[in-house]
């Protein structure tokens, strides 16, 4: 065996090495999609090797075999497509192929909303979960609530999905973090606010906490001014017909969103 057939041997075990470790870290699972930037290999065919682009339609353009639907298929399945379009054209007798990615694009996951640097995102891995998605876009803004919303589409129908963030991170709560997949969006809401005005400490808008209650939104407002009274206290809040109405809350009762306290002056 000559030098130049060495050569050549060793940088295609090099490759399938490389394609070995490509496939550890992504996993077969992974779907190509448009954009997906591929290179593909044939063992001991050369002339075969291609660096191609998955287009809008999920195909790619093959030497001697033309247009190739790669979309939508696993690594895998992909290298089993060339191999049998290869062998069925007469071109190698036993193909052996090997697809490594060299740059993903088809497969984002668009996280949108209160979270601190909103974008379209790659899938690195097969098995991306929502927070893994959050923890790309820098995780939920101060001015996020505690659910996601997941929008999808999963076996040819819609999928709405809405998580507690909280939640997925106490006992029990992981089986809701669920895995994205391709053309996934996530939604991070507003958090909900109250307002409180009047006689307090330190007026205005606040984030409503989970279990909050009536008490502990006028700690957060400062507490009391001296002239303030809780005899005064009211706060305006939106029935269920949408029409708001003033009452008079008890201290242990919960706070609801655009919930709008009033803490009026004492007169004696």
Do not use: W
């Amino acid at each position: 065996m000559n030098c130049k057939k060495i050569v050549s041997v060793l940088l295609v075990l090099c490759s399938l090495l490389c394609c070995s470790l490509a496939h550890a870290i992504e996993g077969n699972d992974y779907r190509l999609g448009a954009g997906d930037a591929i290179r593909i290999v044939v063992f001991q065919n050369p002339d075969f090797t291609v660096d191609a682009r998955v287009s809008e339609s999920g195909a790619i353009s093959y030497p001697l075999l033309g247009t190739v639907v790669l979309g939508g298929l696993t690594i895998s399945a992909a290298e089993q497509e060339i191999a049998q379009q290869l062998r069925k054209g007469g071109f190698v007798q036993q193909p052996q192929v090997n697809i490594t990615l060299s740059q993903i694009r088809g497969n984002q996951v668009s996280v949108l909303g209160q979270v601190n640097r909103p974008g379209r995102y790659p899938l690195e891995t097969f098995n991306t979960r929502v927070t893994d998605m959050l923890a790309t876009a820098g995780g939920v803004a101060s001015t996020g609530g505690e659910v996601v919303v997941l929008s999808g589409v999963r076996d040819g129908k819609p999928l709405r999905i809405e998580i507690d963030i909280a939640r997925l991170f106490v006992s029990k709560g992981r089986d809701d973090d669920v895995l994205v997949r391709g053309g996934d969006a996530l939604y991070v809401d507003r958090a909900p606010m109250f307002f409180i005005y009047g006689e307090v400490q330190r007026a205005g808008a606040y984030r409503i906490e989970r279990k909050m209650t009536v008490m502990q939104a006028l700690a957060q407002g400062g507490g009391l001014t001296a002239r303030g009274t809780e005899r005064g206290l009211k706060v305006y809040r939106r029935n269920e017909n949408g029409k708001v109405e003033m009452t008079t809350p008890e201290l242990t009762d919960p706070v609801q969103p655009d919930d709008v306290f009033v803490i009026r002056e004492s007169l004696f």
